[in-house]
């Protein structure tokens, strides 16, 4: 069965400093692999995903992620953060071949320090 | 704009009290999601749409129930309701499932007296 941990439930930066979310993931399969960003009282919205190809993904916002499968990892990075990105953030993993539900991890809390 | 929304934004019903909870899209999506997501802890599966087939999760309760009536809206049905079951319920819809992005409604808390 697919899962992911995301480790930290609560991550601090200073604004302008690096952002970096940890993500682990467990498939059987190549996975497809997901960040999302929740904003207080909102849906889930998508900051990037993995599905083939380049490792490396960006997405929106000024994040990115790079796969690396031999560390079954998917972190997340922003190399300067802004007050606008406190928000929870959801690292996801859904197993490669015809329809495969998503799993979603445990989230992880970003509180930005001006 | 194309979106996903959820009616009412905050619910409160009683103990037992059945209550429903609405989704619509105007995304014309083949897939429906309802997600149960208490506080700190990560959305759950309830159970989906792929169009009108539809798939439970095997550990979702029967006191849980769907219906979607056309491809624009579905309905979460909670038939008696325990405190427990208090959580946020997020709607979603994707293309076709599996890779595809999920475009998320804003969520309906549910508070359960």
């Known amino acids: 069965a697919q899962s992911v941990t995301q480790l930290g439930s609560h991550v601090s930066v200073s604004e302008g400093a690096l952002v970096l979310l940890r993500c682990n993931y467990s498939?059987?399969?190549?996975?497809?692999l997901f960040w999302y960003v929740q904003y207080p009282n909102q849906g889930l919205q998508l900051l990037l995903k993995?599905?083939?190809?380049?490792?490396l993904v960006k997405g929106i916002n000024g994040f990115e992620a790079e796969f690396k499968k031999s560390e079954t990892s998917f972190h997340l990075t922003k190399p300067s953060a802004h007050m606008s990105d406190a928000a929870e953030y959801f690292c996801a993993v859904s197993d490669s071949g015809g329809y495969q539900k998503v799993t979603f991890g445990t989230g992880t809390k970003l509180q930005v320090i001006p | 704009d194309a979106m996903v929304i959820q009616n009412p934004r905050y619910q409160v019903t009683q103990f037992g009290k059945p209550v429903t909870l609405s989704c619509s899209q105007t995304l014309n999506h083949n897939v429906m999601y309802w997600y149960q997501q208490k506080s700190s802890q990560a959305p759950k599966l309830l159970f989906h749409y792929y169009d009108k087939d539809f798939n439970n999760e095997a550990d979702t309760p029967d006191n849980f129930q769907s219906r979607r009536p056309n491809t624009s809206f579905c309905f979460l049905d909670i038939r008696s309701p325990g405190l427990g079951d208090a959580a946020m319920y997020l709607c979603?819809?994707?293309?076709?499932?599996?890779?595809?992005?999920?475009?998320f409604g804003p969520g309906t808390r549910l508070t359960v007296l």
């Open positions: 979603a819809t994707s293309i076709s499932g599996g890779p595809d992005t999920q475009y």
């Open positions: 993995y599905t083939t190809g380049a490792t």
């Open positions: 498939s059987s399969v190549p996975p497809y």
